[in-house]
């Protein structure tokens, strides 16, 4: 762990956004409303606004990523816009290069590339975006190699007639995502900045972190590790109505427990769900921090001194647009 004390008003906040569906068909209305949340935090102060690459999920409307992040650069001027992630076993790298290339020649020094191993969907949609069973990300360390190298072709081991226009000679910051141990060793052996997905796999957090740490090589890209923590917060005016709002990211993820497909569902007062499944929560989302401002600065400032990370990615599941652009007020006010 670093030994610099690290504090919430020393690190910078970013945002990782879903283009949250909340009734079915209304993609264009989810679209506008990532936009409009993207123009909301750079207004706050935040450093980067991330999107996701899901497939086949009705409650997500971010599946062609690229696209979305040019549609958020467009709309916002200081902010980092980029992916978290881009799911590179679903593409060949050269399209992912050009596409990234393209993005940042049209809005130069903002485009981060996020990059992660897992379909971000279930097998059969896998499939169908794969055309077949010959990448499911146990190559990923080559294809993360020719993806570079398009952007840096010196990391290439020979000279390659292929090369990605626009894209060659561009510095898009390629970050490695991850839930586990593999991207975390990966990210360090390679030098490159990581970001961990506490806010779906808490019981990793510590060990992928320190694994990131342990196996960090400095390289032209970072001198020292670099580490990034996905984090589900939710702030209100009171404890109560945190909970409340929360909700919502519960009956996510049970609706995901019981495979059941459905854009995202406003809040309840009371979960319907067995003991079993209410345990499932308590340990899907057991870094999640849910309060009033008093109750979240304290929680943060505990994760913080735990995690050491050097930047916090926030996630607000929350139902109601407006809702959701004041709990990340409210957390910018927590932050200065």
Avoid: C
């Avoid at 690459?53 to 997500?60: A, D, Q, T």
């Avoid at 996020?114 to 794969?130: I, S």
């Avoid at 996905?230 to 909970?243: H, P, S």
């Avoid at 709002?245 to 309840?268: C, D, K």
């Amino acid at each position: 762990m670093s030994e610099q004390h690290k504090n919430l008003n020393n690190i910078p906040y970013s945002v990782l956004d879903l283009a949250p569906v909340t009734e079915y068909g209304a993609y264009s209305d989810a679209l506008h409303r990532t936009r409009d949340l993207a123009q909301h935090v750079e207004a706050l102060g935040y450093n980067r606004f991330w999107l996701a690459e899901h497939h086949n999920m009705p409650f997500i409307a971010s599946s062609a990523t690229s696209v979305v992040i040019g549609h958020v650069a467009a709309g916002t001027s200081t902010l980092r816009v980029g992916s978290g992630g881009i799911m590179l076993p679903n593409h060949a790298p050269l399209v992912i290069a050009e596409q990234f290339g393209t993005l940042e020649s049209l809005f130069p020094g903002r485009i981060d590339l996020g990059l992660g191993r897992a379909p971000g969907t279930d097998q059969r949609t896998a499939f169908a975006l794969r055309r077949g069973q010959g990448s499911m990300g146990q190559d990923f360390p080559e294809l993360l190699a020719e993806l570079r190298s398009y952007f840096d072709p010196s990391l290439s081991a020979g000279s390659s007639p292929v090369r990605a226009v626009p894209g060659e000679g561009l510095h898009v910051p390629t970050w490695l995502l991850g839930s586990s141990l593999y991207s975390a060793q990966l990210a360090g052996e390679l030098g490159l900045p990581y970001s961990f997905a506490s806010h779906f796999s808490p019981k990793n957090t510590i060990s992928a972190l320190q694994t990131y740490r342990e196996h960090f090589k400095p390289s032209k890209v970072l001198d020292q590790p670099y580490a990034m923590v996905g984090l589900n917060v939710i702030v209100a005016d009171t404890d109560e109505e945190a909970n409340f709002l929360a909700t919502t990211l519960q009956q996510q993820f049970l609706n995901l427990i019981r495979n059941h497909e459905v854009p995202m569902q406003p809040p309840v007062e009371k979960l319907n769900a067995s003991e079993y499944e209410l345990a499932a929560l308590d340990q899907q989302l057991a870094t999640s921090i849910i309060g009033s401002p008093e109750t979240v600065q304290r929680k943060l400032q505990e994760f913080l001194d735990e995690t050491q990370a050097d930047e916090l990615m926030i996630i607000s599941s929350i139902y109601d647009h407006e809702k959701r652009k004041y709990s990340y007020k409210l957390l910018s006010e927590l932050t200065k």
